[in-house]
């Protein structure tokens, strides 16, 4: 299977199979089409109508060649159908340190009255530390586990986070594993303090900001409704500049609101921030904030140009990491994670305060999803299956969609939002996924074509 895309001018296409990204003239691009194998005399018979036939007689070689070579039609390695393996080791942890806020974001899963797990309570530093044994005890021979820190705010019980920092590091070590933790904060208490003491412990950081004051403040609100952009913008720019090595994200979110999203990636790389994020809502159609069909098109237009104004930073030797543009066509992820995706449910738990586990943060709560408690284990083994088996080859849709070496299925939790199954794909988010990926595979292009000064990408030409 193939996908061809055109970017600004420039004729991509994706093998998908073996993930072969070429650039490609207009003739190999028409070529590609009618492409039979064995049947080159009929091709070249067919498109010398359309172009040069001497033109067409060298893309149908040069095509034949990367066919043989394994970069172009590359047959499904798996043949369809595949398992994930049933090793059930636990790599990572989400823990609700916190189900108090200091916010009340409008577009919030958490928020009160909206999922169970708004509430007012702080996860107790035993039940921490009983998740860190959970984790360490079900991580088999896997040397490294990660715990993140989620809320509510995490910060506001910031003296379990560093007991349970010490514990981790503690009782890994003991076991000859490497425990890292990351943190997913509004910034609202990031004191230098805090931010001394994150950098110092290699802690990774997410820090919540949704762009230009306008558009952060319409969201993310004060309990009396006031914006925090002020806070929020003064205390993530006075941690960076005191620890510019700090390993972050900026993390924001994109709604009906701010279809114009690259905008505020561009404020925010505007201000010296260098990692960014910025990611669709997930919400109901009934919410004015929602996205629907109808502002796709706008969506798109976004992601464009936004890639173009990466490149343009790219040109002026101002290096910009947007976290959804980081694939790697080269190396590929490994391939449960390919093929199986985020592995919530899997490999990946949440713990919500009271200790209770659930496929993942968006989950926690849902009704149906216990999975069980850090002291017992995961005891709804179904459940496990149940997500063991949401890979590529048994999601509605994916075994066939040309992104799904990349995608890996799309998030369960959103299926489940809106489809009432994790197994069938929100099609919405799996639009904007497309074009996302898209311009990402321009992006690598872009590089690539940069790095080695020709046309080629990957080595190949066509
Ligand atoms: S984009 Fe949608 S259909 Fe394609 S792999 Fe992802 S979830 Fe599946
Ligand atoms: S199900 Fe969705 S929200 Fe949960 S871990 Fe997977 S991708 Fe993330």
């Known amino acids: ?37 064995g049947k080159c005399e009929e091709l070249v018979n067919k498109y010398s109508a359309l172009h040069p036939r001497q033109e067409v007689e060298q893309a149908v070689e040069e095509i034949e060649l990367l066919v ?28 609700f340190l916190s189900d108090r806020c200091s916010l009340q974001c409008r577009y919030c899963f958490a928020r009160p009255g ?150 505020d990636v561009i404020h925010m790389l505007g201000h010296g921030f260098s990692k960014v994020s910025v990611e669709p809502v997930i919400a109901l159609a009934q919410e004015d904030y929602a996205i629907a069909e109808k502002d796709l098109p706008v969506i798109a237009k976004e992601y464009e140009k936004l890639t173009r104004e990466i490149i343009l930073r790219l040109e002026k030797g101002q290096e910009v990491d947007f976290y959804h543009y980081n694939i790697d066509i080269d190396e590929g992820v490994c391939l449960p994670k390919r093929l199986g995706g985020c592995g919530a449910g899997v490999e990946y738990l949440s713990v919500t305060i009271e200790g209770d586990l659930y496929p993942c943060h968006q989950f926690a709560g849902r009704e149906g999803f216990l999975m069980g408690d850090v002291n017992s284990g995961v005891v709804r083994e179904d459940l496990r299956q149940l997500f063991r088996n949401a890979h590529i080859y048994k999601k509605e849709g994916c075994g066939s969609c040309w992104a799904r070496n990349y995608c890996s299925g799309g998030c369960h939790a959103n299926a489940h939002l809106f489809n009432g199954s994790i197994y069938k794909p929100d099609q919405l988010a799996c639009r904007i996924i497309k074009k996302r990926l898209e311009c990402a595979l321009y992006l690598k292009a872009y590089r690539a074509m940069k790095e080695n000064n020709n046309d080629g990408i990957n080595r190949l030409k066509v």
């Open 114 to 263: 909206v999922s169970s797990i708004g509430g007012a309570g702080l996860m107790t530093e035993e039940i921490g530390s009983q998740a860190i044994d959970f984790l360490l005890n079900s991580s088999g021979p896997r040397r490294r586990v990660e715990v993140d820190f989620f809320g509510g705010e995490p910060l506001l019980n910031f003296p379990v986070l560093e007991r349970l920092v010490s514990y981790g590091r503690k009782r890994s070590s003991a076991l000859g594993k490497e425990i890292s933790f990351t943190v997913t904060t509004n910034a609202l208490g990031l004191t230098r303090e805090i931010g001394d003491y994150l950098c110092e412990n290699e802690i990774s950081i997410i820090l919540s900001l949704d762009g230009r004051p306008e558009v952060h403040d319409r969201m993310r609100v004060f309990p009396n409704g006031k914006g925090s952009y002020q806070s929020v913008f003064r205390n993530i720019s006075e941690f960076i500049k005191a620890h510019p090595q700090a390993n972050y994200y900026l993390r924001g979110t994109y709604t009906a609101y701010n279809l114009d999203f690259s905008s």
């Open 1 to 37: 299977m193939i996908h061809k895309f055109i970017f600004d001018g420039t004729r991509l296409v994706l093998d998908v199979n073996s993930g072969a990204l070429h650039s490609v003239s207009e003739v190999a691009w028409d070529v590609l089409d009618g492409y039979i194998p």
């Open 68 to 95: 043989e070579q394994g970069f172009l039609f590359t047959g499904d390695p798996f043949h369809g159908s595949w398992e994930q393996p049933d090793n059930r080791i636990i790599k990572a942890l989400c823990l």
